[in-house]
């Protein structure tokens, strides 16, 4: 079955507080190599048959309405992955 | 959905308004989705204001007579996805945004839940994140009126102090610069934190209006706040009821 993945982020000029957790976590753990943490979310969108430029539209216009806030987060990526 | 029983003394104290309920007909629905925690306090609410309370089901495909609508607190659909994201999609809410917009002005309240659920349906700017602390924060806030011309808020004075319970995790008020300059402008801050900020919103921010100031929405919990005994230990206790004789001397003065 193929699957759409959409990615969705905060937007860059929003503080992320998970990110700020995260990244005051990893150093505790030996982790000091990253200066920033931003914590997305990533959807898989499951198609039975194949996926037309008519669904990945519909991927799309939902990844806009409904699985992402567009006052505080960006859709960053729609692809399509082959199972 | 049948209307739901209230417990012990509040049933009592509820049942002395009805001279009030008859004098004003006001009829005020309260939305219940699937995880709504204070429909039952905001039911009481109203009917401690003096209306009669509708229980509304956010599948219902009509919002029937009411005058007014409040979208309450609680965690619908678990904020699965975002705080209110899935709920702003529910049958009864394409009702609510087109009464709340059209020429009639239905005054909808939108508390916590109800607040993150009427910026998700674009009826207020802006949006939720999760408080700057990460914590969940419960703890009665002080709040100052910012704007006593809303549907809402009518009953109160422009710089009354109330004290109301606060209760969220998602609770930090973002908007970009220019639509909190176009709020600030407008007069459509309603509510600011007072002394503390408890989960880092901007220009401290409690709650907001639109444009005609029929939709409010606030993160603390005024419906919690309206018998004395069960409110605040600051001030009253009963500071919260305001916002429901506000709502109910604007529908009395519209049928007037």
């Given at each position: 079955m193929p699957r759409i993945v959409v990615d969705v982020m905060p937007k860059p000029e929003i503080l992320d507080p998970q990110g700020k957790a995260i990244v005051g976590a990893l150093p505790r753990l030996?982790?000091?190599?990253?200066s920033s943490v931003r914590q997305g979310k990533r959807f898989e969108l499951t198609v039975d048959g194949e996926v037309t430029e008519e669904i990945l539209a519909q991927a799309r216009n939902a990844a806009e309405t409904l699985l992402s806030n567009p006052v505080i987060e960006d859709v960053v990526n729609v692809e399509v992955v082959e199972a | 959905m049948t209307e739901l029983p209230l417990i012990g003394e509040a049933v009592a104290v509820a049942d002395q308004a009805p001279d009030v309920r008859k004098l004003t007909g006001a009829r005020i629905g309260v939305v219940t989705f699937p995880?709504?925690?204070?429909d039952r306090d905001a039911v009481r609410a109203v009917r401690l204001a003096g209306a009669a309370a509708v229980p509304l089901w956010h599948a219902d495909t009509t919002l029937g007579d009411v005058d007014a609508v409040v979208i309450p607190g609680g965690f619908s659909y678990?904020?699965?996805?975002?705080?209110?994201a899935i709920s702003?999609?529910?049958?009864l809410m394409a009702r609510i945004i087109d009464a709340a917009n059209s020429d009639a002005r239905l005054p909808v309240l939108g508390i916590c839940n109800g607040f993150q659920i009427l910026t998700e349906s674009h009826l207020l700017p802006g949006s939720m994140i999760k408080n700057d602390g990460l914590l969940f924060m419960c703890r009665d806030q002080i709040l100052r009126v910012?704007?006593?011309?809303t549907d809402w808020t009518r009953d109160y004075a422009v710089g009354q102090e109330i004290t109301v319970p606060l209760k969220n995790q998602d609770g930090q008020y973002i908007a970009d610069e220019k639509t909190l300059d176009a709020l600030e402008a407008e007069g459509r801050v309603v509510f600011r934190y007072v002394g503390?900020?408890?989960?880092?919103?901007r220009r401290d921010i409690a709650g907001i209006s639109n444009a005609a100031g029929n939709v409010v929405g606030l993160?603390?919990?005024?419906?919690?706040?309206?018998e004395a005994g069960f409110g605040?230990?600051?001030?009253?206790?009963?500071?919260?009821l305001g916002f429901f004789t506000s709502v109910l001397n604007k529908i009395v003065g519209d049928n007037k």
């Open positions: 030996g982790f000091t190599a990253f | 995880g709504t925690l204070d678990g904020d699965y996805l975002r705080a209110g702003r999609f529910a049958p910012e704007n006593n011309t503390f900020n408890p989960n880092g919103s993160m603390p919990h005024p419906e919690h706040a309206v605040p230990e600051i001030g009253s206790g009963t500071e919260g």
